[in-house]
């Protein structure tokens, strides 16, 4: 089993910067690669962004492309979402989550509990 705790969310101003944190624990986190997901109030969840097992690839939504930076750290079994140039748009719930497929894989095996992130106009 991996775990996923995610934590950075909070409330911010348009224009604001805002990074997440997705904390590993329970398996060799470098074999996975993980994506990010948000879900706003009465919309679906939908892709964000992802970060392969190296960190050396990453694929992001044309919504977030060019503001939204994923990173990751695997000494510390961390992947950061850095949010810059926040929209009220950008309000939701974030998930980040972990597959053992391949990094262009739309299956994801683990998800973590969600932190919220609120923008204000």
């Known amino acids: 089993q991996l775990q996923l705790v995610e934590s950075g969310g909070g409330l911010k101003q348009a224009g604001g910067s805002l990074r997440l944190s997705c904390a590993a624990s329970?398996?060799?986190?470098?074999?996975?690669?993980v994506g990010w997901f948000r879900q706003g109030p009465g919309k679906e969840r939908e892709f964000v962004g992802r970060?392969?097992?190296?960190?050396?690839?990453?694929t992001y939504a044309d919504s977030v492309k060019g503001r939204f930076t994923i990173s990751r750290d695997n000494a510390k079994n961390t992947v950061f979402l850095q949010m810059n140039s926040l929209k009220p748009e950008d309000t939701a719930v974030y998930y980040c989550?972990?597959?053992?497929?391949?990094?262009?894989?739309?299956?994801?095996?683990?998800w973590g509990q969600g932190t919220q992130v609120t923008v204000s106009s």
């Open positions: 989550a972990a597959t053992w497929r391949s990094y262009q894989s739309t299956q994801y095996d683990y």
């Open positions: 329970g398996r060799t986190f470098s074999s996975y690669a």
């Open positions: 970060i392969s097992e190296s960190g050396s690839g990453t």
